[in-house]
């Protein structure tokens, strides 16, 4: 087994959405959500860092072509979510809660099987959501 190196891209895309639940009341809604509840939507410039790994390809010197991981996330995901409502216009997100925890799992699922044909295997989703909130996901 050679040695595993990581490589990351990052895409970044801004969307609105709404954090609610139908089945809860308002006040519940409020108190759980605060200001992501707001009726009238919010939106975030998000970050998201791809992160793939695997053995570098004697031939390139690349585990994977950085370019062709970009463009997979452009046509899989970012051009889903970018100036996009997050809760009403996204496929892949319909019926879930819009929360950045949920956004990067489902993110994951769109690509994780696109990376073999890639030569890579996927490490981990990270989305930046503000300048203090990150969330990742590695696939447990
Ligand atoms: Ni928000």
Known sequence: MGRIVHITRRERFSAAHKLWRNDWSDDQNFDTFGKCANPNWHGHNYELFVTVKGPVNPETGFVADLKEIGDLLKSKVISKLDHKNVN???????????STE???LAIWDEIVSDMN??????HCIKIVETENNYIEYYGD
């Not at 009403?88 to 819009?98: E, H, I, N, R, S």
């Not at 044909?117 to 996927?122: A, D, M, R, S």
């Open 102 to 104: 949920n956004i990067a």
């Open 117 to 122: 044909g890639l030569g890579c295997t996927l």
């Open 88 to 98: 009403l216009d996204v496929p892949f997100m319909a019926g879930k809660l819009t």
